[in-house]
């Protein structure tokens, strides 16, 4: 799967050192983000332009929602890492941590992705299939209930 076009490494690079992760590195966090992404938020899938306007993502304030989520998510997890435990140390005071690894995505960020995909569906118009050929059928100019052919209905 392609990464969905509204994140790129450079919006990475901007928050860490350059040392710390090669672009092929962050290129694959992106990628899984943006699987994880589509996981949760299934819109995203269709069509991965943020051009089309048929697109959730031709909206703005959407495309730039899904970036921020992404990247939040992403820099979290170079900021924790391996998932190890760590300590804090102060004064007398210590403590050691678990850093969370669960998921990748907060609550809040997956109501985020929802939301998108929520609006996006909102935007479908109604249509109507025709199931016989236009020209087959006659409409009449008068009702048959309408017209008093059979005498009084009372």
């Known amino acids: 799967m392609t990464?969905?076009?509204?994140?790129?490494?450079d919006d990475i690079k901007a928050f860490v050192?350059?040392?710390?992760?090669?672009?092929?590195?962050?290129?694959?966090?992106?990628?899984?983000?943006?699987?994880?992404?589509?996981?949760?938020?299934?819109?995203?899938?269709?069509?991965?332009?943020?051009?089309?306007?048929?697109?959730?993502?031709?909206?703005?304030v959407s495309a730039e929602i899904v970036k921020d989520v992404m990247r939040s998510?992403?820099?979290?997890?170079?900021?924790?890492?391996s998932g190890a435990v760590y300590s804090e140390t102060s004064g007398d005071f210590?403590?050691?941590?678990?850093?969370?690894?669960?998921?990748?995505?907060?609550?809040?960020?997956?109501r985020d992705l929802e939301e998108v995909c929520r609006d996006y569906r909102r935007r479908q118009t109604a249509s109507t299939v025709l199931t016989f050929a236009p020209n087959a059928y006659q409409v009449p100019s008068v009702h048959p209930f309408v017209t008093d052919t059979d005498g009084p209905l009372y």
């Open 17 to 60: 050192d350059d040392d710390v992760l090669s672009d092929s590195t962050i290129q694959s966090m992106i990628n899984t983000a943006a699987a994880r992404a589509v996981k949760v938020a299934p819109c995203l899938r269709i069509p991965l332009s943020s051009t089309d306007p048929v697109s959730p993502l031709a909206d703005e």
């Open 3 to 9: 990464a969905l076009p509204v994140l790129i490494v």
């Open 94 to 110: 210590q403590r050691s941590l678990l850093k969370d690894s669960a998921s990748l995505f907060r609550p809040n960020e997956i």
């Open 73 to 81: 998510a992403v820099l979290r997890w170079i900021d924790r890492g």
